[in-house]
Nanobody, 125 residues
Framework: QAQLVESGGGLVQAGGSLTLSCAASARTFFSKAMGWFRQAPGKEREFVAALSWSGGSTNYADSVKGRFTISRDNAKNTVYLQMNSLKPEDTALYYC??????????????????WGQGTQVTVSS
């Protein structure tokens, strides 16, 4: 059964850092690209970052480039999102997702087959 469990969210001041983790079942994780999305209240879910199965290819939303870094540990079936220089506009529920393929794609929701329940990130000004 596919399973993705996010952790690491919390409350942080603007300018601070957080690292999100997403632990996946082996079946969900193996050979798949992984991504992070976020959804703020009243807004649509939006793409944040994605990483290929090999780790050699990444894709970032323009709003987080240079501040966020996605990485993965294939031995632990875990993907991470290091978030630095956080801004109040980064406040959202952050979701981990497993792609349908091994490549990060274009950041479209329909490129992803499995989703976690989300972890809340709140950035205070």
């Amino acid at each position: 059964q596919a399973q993705l469990v996010e952790s690491g969210g919390g409350l942080v001041q603007a300018g601070g850092s957080l690292t999100l983790s997403c632990a996946a079942s082996a079946r969900t994780f193996f050979s798949k690209a992984m991504g992070w999305f976020r959804q703020a209240p009243g807004k649509e879910r939006e793409f944040v970052a994605a990483l290929s199965w090999s780790g050699g290819s990444t894709n970032y939303a323009d709003s987080v480039k240079g501040r966020f870094t996605i990485s993965r540990d294939n031995a632990k079936n875990t993907v991470y999102l290091q978030m630095n220089s956080l801004k109040p506009e980064d406040t959202a529920l952050y979701y981990c997702a497993a792609a349908r393929s091994s490549q990060p794609g274009m950041g479209r929701i329909n490129e992803y087959a499995y989703w976690g329940q989300g972890t809340q990130v709140t950035v205070s000004s």
